[in-house]
Structures are given as structure tokens and as C-alpha cells.
């Protein structure tokens, strides 16, 4: 049954993604026919096209590779590390470490094609050979390291409370809940800057009417910083990071390089919305509440042995739970992500008018219609794609709300 879960999922999400793809073959909305001309929209076609059938070739691959490992190689596994060590917790680090690893290599040539052949066609892809190999390193040592710390402190949890399910959920979701306001508060900050090289926004005409937005509408603006993007990618963005007094702005160089001062003022009052409705601290808590599901979804399939047994590991596991409880999560995950994208969009069309009202009107569609062009993107996505996976409005809905 579980197996079969993880088909119907995978089934749906291609047919969601298929009605995306036949949903970007209609005409435009009259209100974004000037963002592409002809040729670049026919670029983003056959760029959007291939990147679907890429991604939808991932997801089955992983799959198969996931069955794999449930019909005998995690019951296996967790026998051999049973074999090494008597200590609990370094079972699971080492059960999860192996499949994670075995995962992460597997990821390597996926990603490798992504950047360096449909990112390259397309014009996007501006990584180095350096870079790409300096970014694999460090996400494993982020991941091996940070993880690591992070899943033998909730295992130790377990095994002190193991008796007590709620006690275990409510300990771990507060400690989780601790370590992510920490990390939307300083370690974000830290993490990208391993990644990225950060420059203040020189002096300039940009850089003071920018403070004098700033001013204007009571916000105490420490940083504003210019993100080397272009290292990676030719794409437009920028964000707002950090809570309280760790906050800033940054801006893509690939922003600055691109969009006029009255669109680039036009975003970054569209992230000072952001900051003035506190969408950064209502997204940390939407997804502490998110790790709180997780949370009790591990300790309820803990409680049942059988479910390990079906998989031929002769005992609970807590290494095997996490992963069991990722497929069963899957279904739930759809679902909750309806209301959860639909208020991160709710949050983007209020920072637009905010933006609008702080700056210009025709500045923000403007910058819309910049990030839309320059960063090929979908014009007429399907209204459920939406509804699943969309953060963000689609351009139209966004331009249509400012006007």
C-alpha cells in the first residue's frame, strides 16, 4: 500500500505538470502579450517544455530507486549497522547517512545536466566547473554536519521519552521550533554568505533614494546588500532575510545590472512590505507549525511495530521511520499545501500594493514585467499548478490586481 502511495503521488504530480504544459500552449492574456516578443516566447516554450520532462525523468528515477530500497535494502542496511555499533542513535546516523549519501551522489549527474546543458542552451547558466563542485562540497558538509547534530538530538529525544508520545512530539516541535527562528534570524544570513559573496550597494542615486523610501516609510534600513547572482545564473531576484535587527535587503547584481532605478526602487519596496506586514516571521511560523505535523507523524508511526515488520526490520527504527513517514506525508503535503501557497500569494499581492502606493504604479508592473522576461517565465500556468506549487501570483493576476 505504501508503495502504491508513492505511484498514485507520483502519477498525480505528472498529470498536474501536464496540465501546466497544455495550459502554457493557449493564447496569452492581453496584459502580458508585451513581455516576450515572438522568438523569446517561443524560447520560453521549449525551455519550459524541456525542463518538465527533465524534472518528471527525476522524480521517476528517484522513485524507482526509493522502491528499490524499500523491497529489502533498508531492512538489510539497518542489519548491518546493527552489527557495527550497539548505540541507537549512531545506528540512525548511519542508516540515514548511507541512503542520504547514496542519494546525494545519485543527485550529482541530474544536477550536472540541469546547469550545464539546459541552464547552458537556454542562456541562464553562467556556473564554473569550480563553483559547482565548491557548492556540491558544501552542502554535504552542511548537510552531514547540521543535519547530523540536528537528527541525533530529536533521536535522543525519542529515546528519553519514549514512553510518552505527546511529551516527545511537544519537546521536539519547541526545539525545532527554537533552531528554525534561529535560522530565520542569523544562520539564513551565514549560510548564503558561503555560497555567495556580499557588497554593499555602492553610493549613488540608486542607493539614496532608496534610503529616502526607506525613510519615508519608518523603516530602519542596516544593510542593503548586492548578491554576486551572476556567478550562478543570469536570472532576477531579490529578498528580504533575517527578523528584527539581523533584517536586510539584497538585491541580485543581475537586478541592479538589468532594471531601471524606478523598477529596482519598485521591488525593494515591494520587500519592505514584506517587511512592514512581517510575512518573514509569519512564513518561519507557518513552517514551524508544518515541522510540528512532521514531528507528530514520526512519533505516531514509531508507535507501530507492524509497519516496520512489513519491511522486514525486526524492530522499531528511527531512522527507518523518518523515511516512512516522508511517503506518507507526501498525500498530506498536497493538501496543505493549498492554503499554505495561497497565503504566501495573498502576502505577495499585499506587498505589491504596497509597493504600488510607496513608489509608482507603473513602476511595479514594470519590474514585473522585467523579472518575467528576463527570468523566462510562465505566462499562463494552470490554475491548479498554481494552487500547488505557486508562491508567487502569476505575472497576469499580479498586474491585473495593480491596474
Known sequence: MIMALLLAVYTFRSYVTLLNYR?????LPERVRDINDRERYRKWLRYSNELNRFNLTEQAFNLIVLLMFLSGPFAWLARVIAGWTNNPILQTLLFLGVYQGVMFLLEIPFDYYRT????ERYGFNRTTFATFGRDLVLSLVL????GGIILAGVNGLYLRYADNLWTFILTTWAVLGVIMLGFFAFLNRWFIRLFNKFTPLPPGTLRTRIEELA?????????ISVMDASRRSTKLNAFFSGIGRTKEVVLFNTLVEKASEDEILAVLA????????????????MQIGMVGLYAAGVGLVLQNPSLFHAFGLPDVHFGFAIVLFSILFQPLQLVLNVPFMAAMRRA?????????DKTDNGWMISALKVLARENLSNLNPHPLFVRLYYTHPPINDRIAALE
Do not use: C, N
Not at 495550459?23 to 493564447?27: K, N
Not at 525613510?215 to 544593510?223: D, E, I, P
Not at 505577495?348 to 504600488?356: G, K, P
Open 143 to 146: 548537510m552531514v554536519s547540521l
Open 270 to 285: 515591494h520587500e519592505l512590505g514584506h517587511e512592514r506586514y512581517k510575512d518573514t516571521f509569519r512564513l518561519a511560523l
Open 116 to 119: 550545464f546543458s539546459i541552464e
Open 348 to 356: 505577495e499581492y499585499r506587498a505589491d500594493r504596497f509597493a504600488a
Open 215 to 223: 525613510t519615508a516609510v519608518g523603516f530602519s534600513l542596516k544593510s
Open 23 to 27: 495550459a502554457s500552449q493557449s493564447p
